[in-house]
């Protein structure tokens, strides 16, 4: 895994953006883990519509993760699945912003984080043949997703990328104290 070409021409922020920009961070992460732990209860599973809001919204901040962390990439791999990212604009906000070595010292993503970047492009943000016949009224094909495993693996990711706007968010993620 690469780093895009352009990203070490990318303009410092400053630390006042960086501040607000860490708060949408955490905000996108109390939306995911939200999400996720608001997917098993009773009233969201028996209703079909509901589920899905909850399966798009949770992709939606997931997607939304992933580029913030491994968006300084081309692409992602794991298991011979291979993301790519469109060209970080200046104003994408990315983890490698706060952190100008990030690029050195990140996690890779796991599998299950490709994976879910790869649904998520393909059952959620694009019209795509994969989606043929996915989630519909009368149809058994279902997009299946583990939203507590590809939370907590998000969160591990971040724990390694620790700010205070975001350290009680990751307390319920199990991996800060």
């Known amino acids: 895994m690469k780093p895009q070409a352009d990203i070490y021409q990318r303009q410092q922020r400053p630390q006042s953006e960086l501040h607000s920009d860490s708060k949408t961070v955490r905000y996108e992460l109390e939306m995911l ?8 209860d009773p009233h969201v599973q028996a ?3 509901v589920r899905n809001a909850f399966v798009e ?16 990439l ?5 298991n011979a699945n291979t993301v ?6 200046s104003t994408d906000v990315l983890a490698f912003d706060f952190h100008r070595k990030w690029d050195q ?3 890779p993503p796991t599998a299950i984080m490709v994976d879910a970047k790869v649904q998520a492009d393909k059952h959620v943000a694009h019209i795509t043949i994969d989606r043929r016949e996915l989630n519909q009224t009368g149809s058994p094909k279902e997009s299946v997703w583990d939203l507590r495993k590809i ?9 390694n990328w620790v700010c205070p706007e975001i350290l009680a968010v990751l307390s319920f993620c199990g991996v800060a104290s």
């Not at 081309?74 to 794991?78: C, N």
């Open 151 to 159: 939370t907590t693996e998000l969160c591990h990711v971040f724990s």
């Open 33 to 40: 883990i939200g999400v996720a732990d608001g997917f098993s």
């Open 105 to 107: 010292s990140y996690q």
């Open 74 to 78: 081309d692409e992602i791999t794991a």
């Open 57 to 72: 919204s949770f992709a939606v901040h997931c997607r939304a993760l992933i580029l913030f962390l491994f968006g300084h």
């Open 47 to 49: 209703d079909v519509v």
């Open 84 to 89: 790519g990212f469109a060209r970080a604009r």
